[in-house]
């Protein structure tokens, strides 16, 4: 029998209910359906992504923000100056004299300790805290050992007036300082001292002036090199007094005397090896067992090597 009219020749198309298509229904893929889903909208995601993108953003400007405080606020890390009283009146058991340096924007306070016969002067660069009147505790020393002691305060620290505002600055005023005492010593052995921040001023003062001695006590390598090592995301190019000893101490030609204490967990001992290794003059390291970095001058072997050594630079 023929198909009827219409029908696609398949028998079950024939007897199809009534109102029914007559067209196969197709299989529908795993795929076809899924894509044939209405879209969900994304919002979860896209939500995640600004917060995210929100989130890295403020760390972004928090951490511009760090470095700007960083470098606008480096003098007060660097140098918390202790103040003194205008007035205040030092007073010691031996002689000294209280001297002005008058340099650009400032004056600076110095402490000048005589002995009756010296042997020479020690001109003495102290660290970042304290002044003159803490940092004059062991002058029996120097009479032991026979030498005059001159030291002074950096600008804002003491009575010394002024404002710390770049290393050149700082460079200027140690030399100034010099200048000051230096020619009262014709013919007497000069001995330039640094202790902690102030090794790196000392290293750059006996490159220029030529020293009978260089002491440095707790030096670094480089300012720069400390600030990485307690601040290790902030860039080099913040920091505005890099004072790189480093580079400085290979062409200083005056013998050079290190000291360091074995326990210094501020500075590490291995600043001063590396600064033996890079001296062409004469050098020594003398490692103080178990000083730490604010106690190493109580030890009695760094005040008998020191004493020692100071007693050859004068000839003795």
């Known amino acids: ?19 029914a298509s007559n067209a196969p229904v197709p299989r529908m893929s795993r795929r076809h359906a899924r894509d044939s889903l209405p879209m969900m909208p994304s919002r979860p995601l896209r939500t995640g992504f600004i917060a995210v993108t929100l989130l890295a953003a403020l760390l972004a400007v928090g951490y511009v923000g760090t470095l700007c405080a960083l470098y606008f606020a480096q003098e007060r ?23 002005r340096v008058a340099v650009p924007g400032g004056s600076l306070d110095a402490l000048h300790f005589m002995q009756p016969d010296p042997r020479g002067l020690v001109f003495f660069l102290h660290g970042n805290s304290g002044n003159l009147e803490t940092w004059t505790t062991g002058l029996d020393f120097y009479r032991r050992v026979n030498y005059d002691l001159f030291i ?53 003062l006996a490159r220029d002036v030529d020293p009978a001695l260089l002491v440095l006590v707790t030096p670094y390598t480089s300012l720069a090199a400390s600030a990485k090592r307690a601040y ?70 760094y005040l008998d090597a020191l004493a020692d050594r100071l007693a050859r630079a004068a000839g003795g």
Do not use: C
Request: net charge negative; proline share 8%.
């Open 232 to 301: 290790p995301l902030v860039p080099e190019w913040v920091l505005k007094y890099p004072l790189r000893t480093d580079t400085i101490i290979g062409d200083v030609r005056s013998p050079v005397l290190l000291l360091h204490g074995t326990k210094d967990t501020l500075i590490p001992i291995a600043d001063s090896e590396r600064l033996k290794a890079l001296v062409r003059a004469p050098v020594e390291l003398f490692a103080v067992d178990g000083a730490g970095h604010n106690d190493i001058h109580r030890f009695p072997s």
């Open 77 to 99: 890390l660097i140098f918390p100056a202790a103040r003194l009283p205008e007035d205040h009146v030092f007073r010691f058991d031996q002689p000294f004299e209280e001297l």
């Open 152 to 204: 002074f305060d950096y600008r804002g620290y003491g009575k010394s007036t002024g404002v710390i505002d770049s290393e050149d600055q700082l460079n200027a005023d140690v030399r100034a300082a010099w200048n000051s005492i230096v020619p009262r010593y014709s013919g007497k052995p000069i001995v330039i001292y640094g202790r902690s921040l102030g090794t790196g001023l000392a290293a750059r």
């Open 1 to 19: 029998m023929a198909a009827a009219a219409g029908t696609t020749g398949n028998p079950l198309a024939a007897v199809a209910p009534h109102g």
